[in-house]
Every structure is written in C-alpha cells, then in structure tokens.
C-alpha cells in the first residue's frame, strides 16, 4: 500500500472533494424568497412557519410541532411545558452535547448525570436507576449521532419511578425505534435545525408533542408566558400580522423562543429531500460498518437492530491493543486523527470531556448564589455535587478512544459515494501502517 501522506504519500482526497451542509438548492432559494416577496417575516401563525411545523409533526408522527429559534429552546420548552421546574432532577447522560444539561438549568432545573454505554454513547439504563432520588422528575435521553436511545428499558424505569420521558432528538430527526419516528414517542421532545444537523435552518428548533395540554404549556412559553392559546391561529390575519385580539398578560415566565418565517420556509424544503439524503446516509453508513469490520480493533457504532439511525455523526472506536499496536489509546487516537487529515479526511473530536467536568457543574456557581440548585435545598446540592464529582468511566472511555469522521461543516449525509469510498481507502491506508502512528505523534 503506498506511503502515508503525512510521511510524502500521495493524499486520498481533498478539502474540496467534501460536500458541504446544508446544500443549498434552487427550491430553499426561491421557498426563501417566496417570504421575502410576502414581506411577512415572522409571526407564531405566519403561513410557512404553520406550513413547516405541520410538515414537521407529520414526519415525526406528533400531534403538536413548533418552530422555535434553536434545539436548546425547544428543549427548554419540553422541560417547562413538562411541568419541571425549580428543585426538580432530570437524568441525562454525562455524553451529549452541553444543551441537554442547559435546558434544564435555565428552567430552574437541576441535571443529574448517568454514564453511557461504550460503544453506542447512549444511556446507560442501569446508570439512570442508579442517579435516582427522591427529587427526581424525569429522564432525558439523547439519541446521540441519530441513534434512538434504549427506549424500553428506560421507559420502564420511569414507569417504575414514577417519572417522566423528555427525548433530546436534537440530531436524531426521522430515525426510528421499533418502527415509530422518535421525538414525541414520550411526553414531549426537542430537535435542533443547526447549520450541522440532518435538517438545517441554518439555526432553529422544533418542539414536539403528542399531548394537548402540554402544547398549550409549550405555546405559551413559547411567547413570554403569555395568554396565548393554539385557536388563535383561526384570527390570524395575513394584513395585520402582529396585532393579536389578546391582552398578553404573561401568566408565567417565558421568553421569545418563535422562529421566523425564513427558516421555517428554508426548513420546509430541505425537509422535503431530508428522507431521500437520509436513506443515501443509512447505505453509506452500511458500506463503511461492512469495509471497516476487517480491520481489526476498529468499530463504528453498534445500532440495535429494532431501531434506525440517521447517522448525524458517525463515531469510529479504535482499540490500540486489538490492532497490535503498543501505544496508549489517546496517543493512538492522535496519531490517527494527524494521519487520516493528512489523507483528506475529515475527523473530529467533538466532545473531549464527560459533561459533568465541565466548569459550570464543577464550580455550581449558576445565576449567583448557586441558582438553581440551591432551590433543591442543602441535600440536594451536596447530592448534585456528589453526581458532578464521579467519574464516568465508560464516557471518558469513548472518548479517550474514539473519533468522528466527517465533521460539522462537512457531515455524512452531505457526502457522495466518491467521498465515502475514498475515506474507507484512506482508513485501511491508516490502518494497514497503524505501526507507524507513534511516528506520527512524535512529527
Ligand atoms: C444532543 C444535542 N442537544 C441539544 C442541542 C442544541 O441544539 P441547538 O444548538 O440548536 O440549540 C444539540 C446541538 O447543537 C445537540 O447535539
């Protein structure tokens, strides 16, 4: 096999061989424009932000979509609509991206993490039963990459505690479990249209639900807490836009979490081609699970197989030891990563820490006084300080001992069949000189 580009090869591809996200087509353009012809920028009722959320609820098979400014604010929705608040713990894995453990602390909630598994970064069920206590409100799981989260399992643990199911599918829109699209398949849940997520606004999010009562939750924090309620929709007139019929007396605290009438139309038609890319995705990420598994001490994700990923991120385990290799798994990683970016290839890191290590949880400082969990009262911040300070072994295991490939720039399903195949080459190029990575920690 030729000589590693890092050591004179030749390079297997190159930054322009990429596809980049989201791929802008004539039908977003002109969808864009179509608002701007309007002139009608924004507005709860305003015709494409309704036209997208009913497009959205249909794909995710909920009752109740809103569009709201990013995934972390339909997060947020999801745990204040939920009826969660102050002193109350919510479970969430120490692996996700920081927005999961947000949501809950800008609602006066505090998080309380569990470790994942190793291998598919999902929640560890036993974990979760184990960060219980008497405080505790509800689980929210994070189908992490795309994947769908253990849902049995932990649906059972809440029914057993009396607990409530949030589902973060902030990167997770259309994958399914046991044949049902994720999202609202529990109390309510949140998605992110993030310039790197399958579905992009550029930035946005959708709040999603399958329950009345806490849509109509969701709709007033939605809009400073007003008194808003979904049948003012039928009022809505297109001449006067911003002028209600109501008072808007705020009855609890919200904030301005809506959209605008841009990206509900750019996300509407993307939403369009997302099941058509989404498939190419699926089959790419096959070709690479099937190219890869002869290489020895290399894994992709395990999907179970009652459920379907949409593989917003794909992650790649490697184990220095099973491929023969004496080198400790950090630098091992590095080595790869240098090695597989001097073939063109884009990897990443994303995370490098547990969540629970982040600063905010180490110090607990909050909104001053240490708000919000001071609300819970003495124990339970020593309890949250407690969960802060463990360890969360099989977390830091992942991600001392693995990469994503692709990136947020340039993820999976922005990639053709040229860019999948050259990166599965350059791969078992790596691999086929994995004695020669120490060399390329020490370059
Ligand atoms: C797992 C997870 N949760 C929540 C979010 C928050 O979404 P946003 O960035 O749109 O607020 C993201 C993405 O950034 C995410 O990956």
Redesign the pocket.
């Known amino acids: 096999m030729d000589k590693l580009a890092l050591f004179g090869g030749s390079p297997l591809l190159r930054s322009e061989d990429h596809g980049r996200w989201p791929q802008v087509t004539a039908e977003d353009k002109a969808a864009v424009m179509e608002v701007l012809d309007r002139g009608l920028l924004s507005g709860m009722y305003a015709p494409a932000t309704r036209a997208f959320e009913a497009d959205f609820a249909k794909y995710v098979g909920a009752k109740h979509a809103l569009l709201t400014h ?4 339909a ?1 947020q929705l999801a745990v204040a609509a939920a009826g969660i608040g102050a002193g109350d713990e919510v479970i969430v894995p120490a692996y ?2 920081i ?2 453990a947000f949501a809950c602390l800008q609602e006066g909630a505090i998080p309380i993490f569990a470790d994942v598994d190793e291998y598919t970064g999902l929640i560890d069920p036993a974990s979760v039963e184990a960060a219980i206590s008497p405080r505790t409100r509800a689980i929210m799981p ?1 189908h ?1 990459h795309g994947c769908p989260a253990d849902l049995n399992a932990l649906s059972a643990i809440a029914k057993k505690h009396n607990l409530l199911l949030l589902e ?1 599918a ?2 997770a829109h259309g994958a399914t479990y046991q044949g049902k699209p994720v999202g609202a398949l529990f109390a309510a849940g949140g998605f ?3 310039s790197s ?1 399958n579905l992009s606004a550029g ?3 959708v709040f999603v639900t399958n329950d009345d009562a806490i849509a109509e939750q969701a709709i007033r924090l939605r809009n400073f807490g007003q008194d808003v309620i979904a049948d003012d929709a039928r009022h809505f007139d297109l001449v006067r836009p911003l002028d209600g019929h109501r008072g808007l007396e705020s009855l609890r605290i919200g904030s301005m979490y809506r959209g605008n009438e841009m990206m509900a139309a750019f996300a509407r038609t993307q939403l369009a081609r997302l099941p058509e890319l989404t498939s190419r995705a699926q089959t790419h990420f096959q070709k690479m699970s099937h190219a890869l598994s002869e290489l020895p001490g290399l894994k992709m994700q395990a999907i179970g197989s009652d459920r379907t990923s949409v593989h917003h991120k794909v992650r790649l385990w490697l184990d220095p030891k099973a491929a023969g290799v004496p080198m400790s798994t950090t630098a091992f990683r590095d080595g790869f990563i240098k090695a597989l970016r001097a073939e063109g290839v884009e990897v990443v890191l994303w995370q490098n820490a547990p969540v629970p290590e982040h600063a905010v949880f180490q110090k607990m400082e909050g909104f001053g006084r240490n708000s919000p969990w001071s609300a819970g009262g003495a124990e339970a911040m020593q309890f949250a300080r407690k969960n802060y300070a463990m360890k969360y072994e099989a977390t830091r295991r992942l991600l001392d001992g693995s990469v994503i490939l692709f990136s947020q720039s340039c993820p999976l399903i922005a990639q053709n069949e040229h860019v999948v195949g050259k990166t599965i080459q350059a791969i078992q190029k790596v691999w086929h000189h994995r004695g020669d990575l120490a060399r390329a920690v020490a370059q």
């Open positions: 990013c995934g972390t604010s997060l996700t991206f927005a999961t994070v992490v973060d902030a990167q992110s249209l993030q997520k930035e946005g999010g």
